[in-house]
């Protein structure tokens, strides 16, 4: 069983920045990729970022590409995404989620953390 712990979510003006954190409760954090969601209200939940166990391989969604980082330090067991150049429109609750084995772009991730809310104001 793997715990996810999210934090850094906030409010923030469009424009502006944030880094999201995610923590693993796991000996073994580096036997996991690594994931990002995003849930809007009204919406269904949606892939934001994922990377591989090594942080050398790395997937975006097109709406974040160029503006959105993920990386990760398994010494720390940390996950992170950093946010710039934020819109409205990425407001939502943020998902941390682990999978075993390697990194995919679809919601088959085993664990999910609850969620750090990012509100983007215009």
């Known amino acids: 069983q793997v715990q996810l712990v999210e934090s850094g979510g906030g409010l923030v003006q469009a424009g502006g920045s944030l880094r999201l954190s995610c923590s693993a409760s796991t000996r073994t954090f580096s036997n996991y990729a690594m994931g990002w969601f995003r849930q809007a209200p009204g919406k269904a939940r949606e892939f934001v970022s994922a990377v591989d166990w090594s942080g050398n391989i790395a997937y975006y969604a097109d709406s974040v590409k160029g503006r959105f980082t993920i990386s990760r330090d398994n010494a720390k067991n940390t996950v992170y995404l950093q946010m710039n150049t934020l819109k409205p429109e990425d407001t939502a609750v943020y998902y941390c989620?682990?999978?075993?084995?390697?990194?995919?772009?679809?919601?088959?991730?085993?664990?999910w953390g609850q969620g750090t809310q990012v509100t983007v104001s215009s």
């Open positions: 989620a682990a999978r075993y084995g390697a990194v995919i772009q679809s919601m088959a991730y085993n664990y």
